[in-house]
C-alpha cells in the first residue's frame, strides 16, 4: 500500500509540474519578490470589467467594458510588505511606466463591497479549491487599483486587486487587458477576403508576442500561457468503516450475568476499518472518473464462563475491494464546496475467521470468498488552502452471495458454519485528506 501511495504521488508531482510549466508573468508587468504565481487564465479575445469609481447603492457608479486579450494572473505572496506595500510598490511601478491611475481605493473607503463585483464580473477560471474564497470574501478585501496607459496603438488596462485574511498572508491579483482593433477575415463562397475592422475575431491566427519590460519593485518574466483546460486530477487518501447491513454478518454479543457466572454469544463481524484511497480525473469542472481501493479489518471477542470451564468465542475478518466509477459534482462558485454522487463496480476479496477456544481445546473456521459489488456515493469536499482539501464520504455497496462457508481446520462438512443468501455490502462512511492538481 504503501509502495502504492509513493508510486501515485511520484506521477502526480510529475504530471504537475508539466502541467504548469507554460504558467508566466505578463511581459508588461512582473511579480513582486516572495509572490508565487498561483494560477492564471489568458483568453485571446475576451470582455473585461474595469472598475473606475466607487460602489454605490451596492451597485457600479463607474466602470468601463473593454474587449480584447486578458491575462488574469493570482500570485500567492509571503514576502515582506503588507497589502499597503504591495499596492504602493506597483502603483508606483506603473506611473513610472506612463500608466494613468484611473481609481484606487482601499478597504472602507470604496463605497460598498467593491470585492463582490470585481470576482463576479472577472471570474478566474480555476480548479483550485481555495482561489475563489481567498479573493470573494468582502472581509478580506484590502486594495483595488486600475490604470491604462496607450502602447503600440492599443491600450492595455492594468487591474490589481489585494486580499488578505483566507490564511493571514496577502494573495493579490494582477489583470491585464490588452484592447486593439480587431481585425477578423472572413471568406465568402468565392474565396474573396473582406477585411472587417472594428469586428470580432471570427478566424484569427495572428499570434501574440511580448517584449520584456523593467519592472523596477516587481522582478518579471516574460512569456505568454494559454491556460484554458478545466480538467484536473484529484489524489484522496483517509480512514474507512465498513457496517454490514446482513445481521447474519453484522451479528452481535452478548454477555449477561447469572448466577454470578457470565455467558455470551458470538455472532457475525461487526464493523471493519481501515485505509482508503482514490484517484480521479475530471474532464472538466463537473464530471470525471474515479479509481478506489480499501483495506478494512475487525476483530471481536467474547467469553462464555461456567463453574469449571471457560469458553472464549473469537472472529476476525478482512474486507477488499479495487473499483472504477464516474463522479459528477457541484462547485460552489463564492465558497467553493463541493459535492459530488458517484457510481461505480469492481471486485472485492472477504476473508473471515473465527475461533472457539476452551482451557483445553481450540477449534478454528476460515473462509475467503471474491465477488462483484456496485456502490453508490456521496462526498463533499471542503477546501483548505491551494489545491488541499478534506472530505467526508457515505457510500452505499451491494455485494451479494449465494452461500459463504466457514470450513472447520480439520475439513469435518458437519462441523461447517454457513451463511446463507449474505450480503456482503453495507454502510461505509470516511474522512480524510486531498490534494486537486490542475483545473485552470
Known amino acids: 500500500m504503501k509502495k502504492i501511495s509513493l508510486i501515485l504521488v511520484t506521477v502526480l508531482l510529475v504530471f504537475t509540474s508539466s502541467l504548469f510549466a507554460q504558467e508566466k508573468d505578463h511581459p508588461l508587468i512582473g511579480h513582486l519578490d516572495g509572490a508565487d504565481l498561483w494560477v492564471q487564465n489568458v483568453n485571446n479575445i475576451h470582455e473585461y470589467t474595469i ?66 463585483h470585481y470576482v463576479s464580473l472577472n ?3 480555476t480548479g483550485d479549491n481555495s482561489v475563489a474564497p481567498a479573493f470573494s470574501d468582502a472581509s478580506y478585501f484590502r486594495n483595488y487599483l486600475s490604470a491604462k ?57 495572428k499570434a501574440n508576442t511580448g517584449n520584456k519590460s523593467d519592472t523596477g519593485n516587481a522582478s518579471n518574466t516574460t512569456g505568454n500561457s494559454s491556460n484554458k483546460n478545466t480538467n484536473s486530477f484529484t489524489f484522496q487518501v ?59 479489518h475487525g476483530e471481536n471477542g467474547v467469553f462464555y464462563e461456567n463453574p469449571g470451564s471457560v469458553v472464549t468465542y473469537e472472529t476476525s475478518a ?7 466509477g464516474l463522479i459528477g459534482r457541484f462547485v460552489g462558485e463564492e465558497y467553493p464546496i463541493k459535492l459530488a454522487f458517484g457510481t461505480g463496480f469492481g471486485r472485492g476479496s472477504f476473508e473471515a475467521y473465527y475461533q472457539i ?38 457510500e452505499y455497496s451491494v455485494a451479494w452471495l449465494d452461500e459463504f462457508n466457514l470450513i472447520h481446520d480439520n475439513g469435518s462438512e458437519y462441523n461447517e458454519i454457513k451463511y446463507k443468501w449474505p450480503s456482503l455490502g453495507g454502510n461505509n462512511f470516511r474522512f480524510g485528506l486531498g490534494y486537486e492538481f490542475g483545473g485552470q
Open 51 to 116: 472598475i473606475t469609481g466607487a460602489i454605490k447603492n451596492d451597485s457600479l457608479a463607474s466602470s468601463i467594458k473593454v474587449v480584447g486579450k486578458t491575462t488574469m494572473t493570482a500570485y500567492d505572496y509571503k514576502g515582506d510588505n503588507s497589502a499597503f506595500g504591495i499596492i504602493h510598490n506597483y502603483t508606483q511601478f506603473l506611473e513610472a511606466k506612463g500608466f494613468e491611475i484611473l481609481f484606487s481605493c482601499k478597504s472602507g473607503e470604496c463605497g460598498g463591497n467593491l470585492s463582490k
Open 357 to 394: 477456544k476452551t482451557l483445553t481445546t481450540q477449534i478454528d473456521y476460515e473462509g475467503k470468498v471474491s465477488f462483484p459489488m456496485v456502490y453508490f456515493q456521496t462526498e463533499i469536499v471542503i477546501p483548505i488552502i491551494k489545491g488541499l482539501f478534506i472530505f467526508t464520504e457515505y
Open 238 to 296: 483517509g480512514i474507512g468503516q465498513h457496517n454490514f447491513y446482513d445481521t447474519q454478518l453484522y451479528g452481535d454479543h452478548v454477555i449477561m450475568e447469572n448466577n454470578g457466572f457470565y455467558s455470551g454469544v458470538l455472532t457475525g463481524f461487526k464493523d471493519l476499518s481501515g485505509p482508503y484511497a482514490k484517484t480521479a480525473y475530471y474532464f472538466n469542472k463537473n464530471i470525471g472518473v474515479t479509481a478506489d481501493v480499501a483495506f478494512q
Open 123 to 125: 471570474k478566474l477560471e
Open 149 to 205: 496607459k496607450q502602447e503600440d496603438g492599443k491600450t492595455v488596462y492594468v487591474c490589481i486587486f489585494i486580499a488578505q485574511g483566507y490564511w493571514g498572508h496577502p494573495v493579490y491579483r494582477i489583470d491585464v487587458v490588452e484592447e486593439e482593433e480587431a481585425t477578423s477575415m472572413i471568406k465568402n463562397d468565392n474565396d474573396t477576403d473582406i477585411q472587417d475592422k472594428d469586428n470580432s475575431e471570427i478566424d484569427n491566427s
Open 318 to 324: 478482512d474486507l477488499n475491494f479495487q473499483r472504477v
